[in-house]
């Protein structure tokens, strides 16, 4: 069975200090990578996405991922973060099931936390 | 704005009641999934949906059930109600083709938030 871990659960930065969230999932089979974001009191959006190609993705607001195969890892990065954005961070994964239909699974979250 | 409309928003209700969620996918959108949001479960998959027929399960209880309509519209039933149900309930739709074809990200609605006492 797939599954997706995130490790950090709550992360505190101060405004303009580096990002990076872990995300490891388990499965064997080829995979589509996705972070997602949840701003207080507000639906989760795509922050961006991996298919295929470059394993470099880069997403909106200055947010970028790569994608290693060989570690089943897709960790989420920021230069620089800013108070805005303080939100939780979703990882997820689909992958096909057995009866080949696209199943996603989607990690516990990581709380980020920006102080100004 | 996603294009995913749930209702309603807010919903109060008792313990042993029963209640349905209301989805509306994006238009063209074929694919409906639910999701459970608690603070101590986390963001839960339930159920997905696609034109129509149930196509993966994820962490559903018995006491709850969905279908997708002719209209694509979704419906998530939950009775028997408990306290640990009170959540907030996230629907989500993608045009993703089933079986063959490209994946698509999923877009989440506002959520319908459940309180159960």
């Known amino acids: 069975a797939q599954s997706v871990s995130q490790h950090n659960h709550h992360v505190i930065l101060s405004e303009a200090a580096s990002l990076e969230l872990g995300c490891n999932y388990s499965y064997g089979g080829t995979v589509n990578l996705f972070w997602y974001v949840q701003y207080p009191g507000q639906h989760l959006q795509l922050l961006l996405k991996y298919f295929s190609g470059d394993p470099l993705v880069k997403g909106i607001k200055g947010f970028e991922a790569e994608f290693i195969k060989s570690k089943f890892s897709f960790n989420l990065r920021k230069p620089s973060v800013q108070w805005s954005d303080t939100a939780e961070y979703f990882c997820a994964v689909t992958a096909r099931n057995s009866g080949g239909y696209q199943k996603v699974t989607f990690g516990t979250g990581t709380k980020l936390q920006v102080i100004p | 704005d996603s294009g995913v409309t749930q209702t309603p928003k807010h919903l109060i209700t008792a313990t042993g009641q029963r209640v349905t969620l209301r989805c509306s996918p994006r238009?063209?959108?074929?694919?409906v999934y639910w999701y459970q949001q608690s603070l101590d479960q986390g963001l839960q998959f339930l159920i997905q949906?696609?034109?129509?027929?149930?196509?993966a399960k994820g962490n559903i209880l018995e006491r709850f059930s969905a279908q997708q309509f002719p209209d694509l519209h979704s419906e998530l039933n939950l009775s028997s109600l408990e306290l640990g149900d009170s959540a907030l309930y996230f629907c989500?739709?993608?045009?993703?083709?089933?079986?063959?074809?490209?994946?698509?990200?999923?877009?989440f609605g506002p959520g319908t938030r459940l309180t159960v006492t």
């Open positions: 949906y696609y034109n129509g027929e149930e196509r």
């Open positions: 989500a739709s993608s045009p993703n083709y089933g079986l063959a074809g490209p994946v698509y990200e999923q877009y």
């Open positions: 238009s063209g959108d074929l694919s």
